[in-house]
């Protein structure tokens, strides 16, 4: 394990990890297991989520045994969420980690703790300004740990998580110029959870207008022309329109 990440949780032994399954949290949990800190994991359930990350959550806390807290949330009942203006991802992280917070301070956990890395940049993400002002800390940041180097160490120590795409909250696929609805991101979902089942990855499908947007990574887009008819038919009851974006999506 990282020596600095290890001396960080000899100085905070008892934490809550803000929870997601994906690559960072994953690693985070093991460290902190590995560094025998008292950890508790806490996974917020809300309309961004989709049913698949819920479910990794579930069994990536159960293989590293440890107990997950499910927290319901509803977001869309914010409306400085649910209009979706530009700052809307700092008003959602502060609803999920003031929620994280109050479970984890029921709990008797002093430190609430995200995967945010030394990769992630400040100016390109205002939920950060949240945890910052919520006092949530991020150990892989503090150490200076960037996500190469977080998927490098989660392969050798046989995560199974080292080389999971990115994904981010189904919010992300429904521009600022429209309200968030849950029958908007439940179209969202429907559509990238098919796509997922015809063996499609590190995708997606962004709303404009009443059209679908599919961004994917370059090697994919023949297997999407080649199957673009199943796939129109399959979109066809929540978008008007199917669209392949022509600008390579890329991983990170």
Request: charged share 25%; proline share 5%; glycine share 4%.
């Amino acid at each position: 394990m990282n020596t600095r990440l290890k001396a960080w949780f000899a100085e905070h032994p008892q934490v809550a990890l803000a929870f997601s399954g994906g690559v960072d949290s994953v690693f985070l949990l093991h460290a902190a297991r590995e560094a025998k800190a008292h950890v508790r994991a806490y996974y917020v359930i809300s309309a961004f989520q989709p049913r698949f990350e819920r479910e990794d959550a579930r069994k990536l806390a159960a293989s590293c045994g440890v107990k997950l807290t499910e927290i319901p949330l509803d977001v869309l009942a914010d409306t400085r969420i649910a209009s979706n203006p530009p700052d809307r991802c700092y008003w959602c992280k502060r609803a999920i980690f003031n929620a994280i917070a109050n479970a984890a301070q029921r709990d008797g956990l002093p430190v609430v703790i995200d995967g945010t890395n030394a990769s992630d940049n400040a100016s390109d993400r205002p939920g950060m300004r949240a945890l910052q002002e919520l006092g949530v800390r991020s150990p892989l940041r503090e150490c200076g740990l960037t996500k190469r180097q977080i998927r490098k160490l989660s392969h050798e120590f046989g995560l199974p998580t080292w080389n999971k795409p990115s994904y981010s909250c189904l919010a992300t696929r429904i521009s600022h110029d429209q309200p968030l609805t849950a029958e908007a991101l439940a179209a969202t979902e429907r559509a990238e959870s098919f796509l997922r089942e015809c063996g499609f990855s590190d995708f997606r499908v962004r709303r404009c207008g009443s059209c679908a947007r599919i961004q994917l990574p370059r090697d994919q887009w023949d297997k999407l022309l080649n199957e673009h008819e199943a796939i129109r038919a399959a979109l066809a009851a929540d978008y008007d329109e199917v669209l392949l974006d022509l600008k390579e999506r890329t991983s990170e």
